[in-house]
């Protein structure tokens, strides 16, 4: 089986403490944004007493409070780790805090690589205080090479690729799945990261996986995909060109064996996120000759096609400037382009169910 | 640190009972072949009374026996699992003869997945006996993302690659080894896998790490790699075009940032090597564009370049006709090439050193 979460809806509160970047903490904004238990605060000294809000929008009121203890005055019931640094281990400040948490009866919901729940320390305080530890990246028991499965009749599985990690590949995926399911069709969201099995309720955190059974894990996570709807919004990680990631990515393209491929890319950023060594900088590579690497990629395996570009133009302040950027993507690279969460994903969604229904290697069932 | 093997030389009895062919035996053959310990019996009662130079020529002269009892006359001090299956479990069947080896006072070597030291039933067995039970594929404490590290002035980083699993990259990199090193280079073998582990006594089993460190870990092995040559010959693994294990591939490929690579093939070999999905292919790639691909892929990261073809001739009896094969490669490719088993690595290696010296991203010193 695949990670997955039960019982009744959480009170979350997040902890992001000095990390409310859009960078550092994804798995906050992603569980704001997507997830379905209500965020009733998010820690960050640092910006105490404003709001989520000013990040993401109106639609996502989120108080921001300075402590613990003025979380717990919004009665939580679980506490979530609101980031994912590279190498993903607990900021050891962080500690105490999650001892109190622990103390006051919180649940833990945690992503990182340091398991949380094999913490001697923690998982002593969770037992006396009859909480649960969730560790969203514990890989699961199935340890299975990939076996060649071929893709059941009817079935479309779409694959976000990006051109670097942290561009929003994960909220194209929910912003399409919103759109397919609003236009009546069986759709999907299949997650391979833990702030996405934040969201969804299950998945496989794939970066966990043993290297040997990453293909094969990716495999049959699609194929439980498949039981559970009929177009597939497969989470991207990483980007096939990114110096510490780029065999991850391979991973779910040759393990998931899309139809097709959805590139994201954000306008503005030039070299990728290697935040973890500073001065350190890898272009990122034309949209033109990434697409087509993917697709040789790809089509070593399996064929696919990307058949769209998803742009996340929130570096660029101005609509009308963002909408220039979208058609002058589409001119260069001759595909469907649009930024699906600033302008809705109503417009390009029909574009990629057209393009990927007509791809001569879909079954339909 | 990575994995290391210390102490005094050991004789080996290897297990490979019922599974001696090239592809199974695939450990068994690489540790008698290019080992330092001796080897003083296998153990395959299929295969009884016959000697594994019949398999792999007179310099290497291993009586096989039928069992334990036979293989102890040889007076072993330890037993080697002489097999890499597909997933890394230990066949059911041969428990009890590795008790029995534990009780007879033998340290037990095994590259599988699945971990004998912690099995509780071997592992008892063996601090009763007092024997060292050794796991190959055990990854290392250290979790490290890649973090764009440059080679050092004046090495030579060269990647087997390959059309395929288990078509001889490891031999052809350890022929090339031995070549550079008569030529009086400065040269090293870094190990990626369990038997390359078990013959050069330290690396890192790399399709055991943890997905996200993949990339991370190849890139610090290649540091230490080049802490003990100039000249590094980076053991390969799968292939990039291979549905379960491509994931790896990309890793080596963008953890070590090869100069150079050299493509290994087997000439008769028309499909990939999927024997644990009965009935299941893919088709191998043209050399001429899975080059290109390798070129690619390598350089979305750092620039590299595939510098020669390594033929394993194995599947064609007439000498003449393989050398007719080899010239017919070169034409095909327009690079040099040679089967560095069958026909010795000295006319390759000289062509090899001469193209990698060319590179204009090598960094002479």
């Not at 094969?216 to 709807?229: K, N």
Request: with cysteine.
């Amino acid at each position: 089986m695949s990670q997955s979460t039960a019982g009744a809806p959480a009170r979350l509160a997040i902890l992001a403490d000095g990390q409310l970047t859009y960078h550092d903490a994804k798995t906050a904004f992603g569980v704001i944004r997507y997830g379905t238990d209500p965020v009733v605060a998010l820690i960050d000294s640092a910006n105490a007493g404003r709001n989520v809000s000013e990040w993401i929008g109106e639609a996502h009121s989120v108080p921001i409070v300075a402590t613990l203890d003025e979380a717990l005055a919004k009665r939580p019931t679980a506490l979530v780790i609101g980031i994912a640094p590279t190498g993903g281990l607990l900021p050891p400040e962080w500690r105490a805090l999650l001892l109190q948490a622990i103390e006051a009866g919180l649940d833990i919901r945690s992503g990182l690589h340091q398991f949380l729940g094999d913490d001697p320390e923690l998982a002593a305080a969770a037992a006396r205080a009859g909480v649960t530890i969730t560790d969203y990246r514990r890989p699961p028991e199935r340890r299975d090479c990939a076996v060649g499965r071929d893709h059941l009749p009817g079935k479309r599985v779409i694959l976000a690729v990006g051109t670097d990690c942290a561009v929003g590949k994960m909220s194209v995926s929910l912003e399409l799945l919103r759109a397919a399911r609003e236009a009546g069709e069986s759709a999907v969201f299949v997650p391979t990261g833990q702030t996405g099995i934040m969201i969804a309720g299950w998945g496989v955190a794939v970066d966990r996986l043993i290297s040997d059974f990453l293909n094969g894990t990716v495999e049959w996570l699609v194929e439980e995909g498949e039981a559970r709807g009929d177009w597939l919004f497969v989470e991207g990680q990483g980007s096939l060109d990114h110096p510490a990631y780029s065999s991850v990515t391979l991973g779910l393209i040759h393990g998931a064996t899309p139809h097709a491929m959805i590139l994201i890319h954000q306008p503005g950023l030039t070299d990728h996120d290697f935040t973890h060594v500073p001065g350190k900088t890898f272009p990122l590579a034309p949209l033109p000759s990434f697409i087509a690497l993917h697709e040789a990629m790809a089509g070593a395996v399996a064929p696919s096609r990307v058949v769209a570009v998803a742009l996340n133009t929130s570096l660029i302040a101005d609509p009308d400037e963002a909408r220039r950027v979208i058609a002058a993507t589409e001119a260069e690279t001759g595909l469907p382009c649009d930024d699906p969460f600033r302008f809705g994903p109503e417009r390009l969604w029909p574009r990629i169910r057209a393009a990927v229904d007509a791809l001569p290697w879909v079954d339909a069932g």
